[in-house]
């Protein structure tokens, strides 16, 4: 099966192709295009994402982006190709269709019109498409988009819950000659950290999941946001701590809490720890906060990574999970890589512990079309909506 797959949760845009064969639990997978483009400095300015100018982005980014991966996968050649007048065509009722499906997304209408509509019909089985959580806006118009293609090429529609996606990310293994699928051992217990959720999740099979511990207020990546703010560091977040806790000097004692870790349940709490930070700074003054930056940074990284290690590997406990997964944004801080590993060797070493490769534990639509191979279930263009508050289990 050949997934062509779409990613607009929030602030990247990215398409794949992917094309899985032999058996569906235990698929091969040739990756044919995995593109992403990233709004990192669109954001940057504001500390943050905005969610109208992702959606902006996105109306840029994805026909170019389209077009590049279906270059890449030769299913297509750019140069050559005449676009045809469509004012006589527009009348048809399919492109009536397109019309209504795109008509909040004009720019991308536009490009859709001049460079998609003439295209010949690839070679795929089946549209995947993030459609929640995530930005509303940004959302929208990666499903609008997939939505006017399945229309177009008259190929189902997959919506596909974006932390399944992520959930499903460190299954793609490196090899010498591209990537493989990694079996899961049920149960399996994934840690799903990323800026906007932060989330442990049980499944007893493809699919069957149940969240079994949840942040109740700050996600992981959304207080390392914002403590890097508050140090005066640049968004995202995550990286800049990472990289301001390595810096050598005079070791100093800092001290901040470890919310909820001693809790009897699988809950986590940031926000606390975020505004210890705030008042330490403000007690510190300006100038004395600059030069003890580094080894505030790397207190609160122990103290985010001491908790999420912790109650992770209790649930496992609890829950006799036989594979550990990690995903989302923060499954690419190293500190949190390294430990959970290490404590997962001392305290359960028959289990089996996957991490996605760094470059897909950000938003990309690679993972989407894993996921939309091993549950997904195919729609028609208009049973697809976007969900912004949509969770992966209850």
């Known amino acids: 099966m050949r ?46 994402v905005v969610p109208n100018l992702a959606r902006r982005e996105h109306e840029k980014n994805l026909v170019p982006i389209l077009r590049g991966a279906l270059k890449e996968t ?32 004009p720019e991308l209408k536009q490009q859709f019109k001049k460079y ?16 929640g959580p995530g930005l509303a806006p940004a959302l929208w118009v990666g499903v609008n988009f997939a939505r006017a293609l399945s229309v177009l090429w008259n190929k189902p ?6 932390m399944a996606g992520h959930f499903y990310s460190s299954l793609l293994q490196n090899e010498k000659s591209g990537y493989r699928i990694e079996n899961i051992r049920f149960p399996a217990l994934a840690l799903l950290v990323s800026g906007g959720h932060t989330e442990i999740v049980e499944a007893k099979q493809h699919g069957a999941w149940k969240i079994v511990g949840a942040t109740r207020d700050d996600a ?31 070791k100093i004692k800092i001290t901040l809490p470890r919310p909820m870790m001693n809790s009897k349940d699988n809950d986590f709490s940031f926000s606390g720890l975020k505004t210890a930070v705030l008042y330490l700074v403000r007690d510190l003054g300006r100038t004395k906060t600059k030069k003890l930056r580094p080894h505030i940074a790397k207190e609160f990284q122990n103290a985010v990574v001491d908790v999420l290690v912790k109650k992770t590997i209790r649930a496992a406990k609890a829950f006799k999970a036989k594979t550990i997964l990690l995903g989302g944004g923060v499954a690419a801080n190293h500190e949190l890589r390294k ?22 534990t950000g938003d990309n639509a690679l993972m989407i079309a894993i ?24």
């Open 3 to 48: 997934i062509l797959a779409i990613e607009t949760s929030c602030d990247e845009t990215a398409i794949a192709i992917a094309e899985f064969t032999g058996p569906k639990t235990s698929p091969r997978i040739s990756v044919l295009s995995n593109i992403v483009s990233s709004q990192i400095a669109v954001h940057r300015k504001f500390g943050g």
């Open 157 to 162: 529609l997959i919506p596909v819950n974006h």
């Open 220 to 250: 992981a990546g959304e207080a390392f946001d914002k403590v890097a703010r508050i140090l005066g560091l640049s968004y995202p977040g995550g990286p800049e701590i990472s990289k301001e806790a390595l810096k050598k000097g005079k």
């Open 371 to 394: 996921a939309a191979h091993f549950v997904g279930k195919k729609k028609a263009w208009n049973k697809v909506h976007a969900d912004a508050n949509v969770r992966l289990a209850r």
């Open 339 to 360: 430990r959970l590993e290490a404590n997962l060797k001392k305290e359960l070493p028959n289990t089996k512990y996957l991490i996605p490769n760094t470059r897909m």
């Open 74 to 105: 030769k299913m297509y050649k750019v140069s050559g190709i005449k676009y045809p007048v469509l004012s006589k065509r527009i009348q048809n009722t399919k492109y009536k269709i397109l019309d209504t499906i795109l008509a909040r997304e």
């Open 116 to 131: 998609i509509l003439s295209l010949p019909k690839p070679e795929i089985d089946a549209v995947a498409v993030t459609y």
